[in-house]
């Protein structure tokens, strides 16, 4: 099998690896499972799509991507709707997008199901020509990344110190919305801390919040908290870190193929997509892309 590697400069750093060992280490495993590959090194994050193209251009069996979720993203968006397979190297520290394909975690586990070569395909979502693969958000996360981001470049820290203070930052300078969400005879108006929209559908219970059961049912999952407010959304946040977020209570849940969301803004809004922060201009148009992407992976299990 011939592949082509885009390996995130920052890839192995949560796990603690140096990542001068990633490529080598890559590069034994590579060997071991007989598998030819050349390993691009990324050094920004911004280099990854203009990457993934020229390995597109080689030829090759499959395109691999080494780091977290923002990584495979990056590599998967560009890969859309052309055919060639993605491999996923779960390099990263939560790596959702692999724990919800059934990829194994650990990575030599991960290269033996590349080797395997079997490929599926899976859905994509996508907001005004941008593509994620997990979700996207606007309200409170897109601010909380952007500062969380801001913190560790300014102080040198990691990425949950980071996030504390970003929390704190935010909060005292609450994003609250009005947003109007329309889709074939639906109108929904809200005021809200964000509105969040899954690649298919994010499982949200009473007692739990588990990730998709499938990313293959070409459907987009939308979530608005029902009340405004910073003492709303603490107690969202106190009652999900309890376990005991309740959907019926908590969200106005949606299950969409294709919508707008609307706000009160006339200027480009902050839009996460798989943790990468950029500007748009409402409206907000979230279209659902079945089978956009085909990913090495097993066979979902049956229902």
């Given at each position: 099998?011939?592949?082509?590697?885009?390996?995130?400069?920052?890839?192995?750093?949560?796990?603690?690896?140096?990542p001068?060992d990633?490529?080598?280490?890559?590069?034994?495993?590579?060997?071991q499972?007989?598998?030819?590959?050349?390993?691009?090194?990324?050094?920004?994050?911004?280099?990854?799509?203009?990457?993934?193209?020229?390995?597109?251009?080689?030829?090759?069996?499959?395109?691999?991507?080494?780091?977290?979720?923002?990584?495979?993203?990056?590599?998967?968006?560009?890969?859309?709707h052309?055919?060639?397979?993605?491999?996923?190297?779960?390099?990263?520290?939560l790596?959702?997008?692999?724990?919800?394909?059934?990829?194994?975690?650990?990575?030599?586990?991960?290269?033996?199901?590349?080797?395997?070569?079997?490929?599926?395909?899976?859905?994509?979502?996508?907001?005004?020509?941008?593509?994620?693969?997990?979700?996207?958000?606007?309200?409170?996360?897109?601010?909380?990344?952007?500062n969380?981001?801001?913190?560790?470049?300014?102080?040198?820290?990691?990425?949950?110190?980071a996030?504390?203070?970003?929390?704190?930052?935010?909060?005292?300078?609450?994003?609250?919305?009005?947003?109007?969400?329309?889709?074939?005879g639906?109108?929904?108006?809200?005021?809200?801390?964000?509105?969040?929209?899954?690649?298919?559908?994010?499982?949200?219970?009473?007692?739990?919040?588990?990730?998709?059961?499938?990313?293959?049912?070409?459907?987009?999952?939308?979530?608005?908290?029902?009340?405004?407010?910073?003492?709303?959304?603490?107690r969202?946040?106190?009652?999900?870190?309890?376990?005991?977020?309740?959907?019926?209570?908590?969200?106005?849940?949606?299950?969409?193929?294709?919508?707008?969301?609307?706000?009160?803004?006339?200027?480009?809004?902050?839009?996460?997509?798989?943790?990468?922060?950029?500007?748009?201009?409402?409206?907000?148009?979230?279209?659902?892309?079945?089978?956009?992407?085909?990913?090495?992976?097993?066979?979902?299990?049956?229902?």
């Open positions: 099998m011939k592949t082509v590697t885009i390996l995130n400069h920052a890839a192995g750093k949560s796990s603690g690896s140096n001068g990633i490529p080598r280490r890559l590069g034994q495993l590579f060997s499972f007989g598998i030819e590959s050349e390993i691009i090194l990324a050094s920004r994050n911004a280099d990854l799509a203009a990457l993934t193209r020229r390995a597109v251009d080689t030829g090759p069996d499959a395109v691999l991507a080494g780091g977290g979720d923002g990584t495979v993203s990056a590599v998967a968006s560009v890969l859309a052309t055919g060639l397979s993605l491999g996923i190297l779960p390099l990263g520290t790596n959702h997008f692999a724990k919800d394909l059934q990829i194994p975690t650990g990575i030599e586990g991960a290269i033996e199901l590349i080797a395997k070569g079997r490929s599926r395909k899976v859905d994509m979502g996508e907001v005004n020509g941008r593509r994620f693969i997990n979700n996207s958000s606007i309200g409170i996360y897109p601010h909380l990344v952007k969380r981001e801001d913190q560790r470049l300014k102080l040198g820290i990691g990425k949950w110190p996030l504390a203070l970003a929390v704190v930052k935010v909060f005292r300078r609450f994003p609250e919305l009005r947003v109007e969400l329309l889709s074939d639906l109108d929904i108006t809200r005021h809200t801390p964000f509105v969040f929209v899954g690649n298919n559908v994010y499982n949200i219970s009473l007692f739990t919040v588990r990730n998709r059961s499938a990313v293959d049912a070409g459907v987009l999952s939308v979530y608005i908290a029902n009340r405004g407010g910073r003492f709303e959304l603490l969202i946040f106190s009652r999900a870190f309890a376990g005991r977020l309740d959907q019926a209570l908590d969200f106005t849940a949606l299950t969409l193929h294709d919508f707008r969301v609307q706000t009160t803004s006339r200027r480009p809004v902050r839009v996460a997509l798989d943790g990468e922060v950029v500007r748009m201009s409402p409206p907000l148009h979230y279209v659902t892309r079945p089978g956009a992407l085909k990913v090495i992976a097993p066979a979902p299990e049956p229902l």
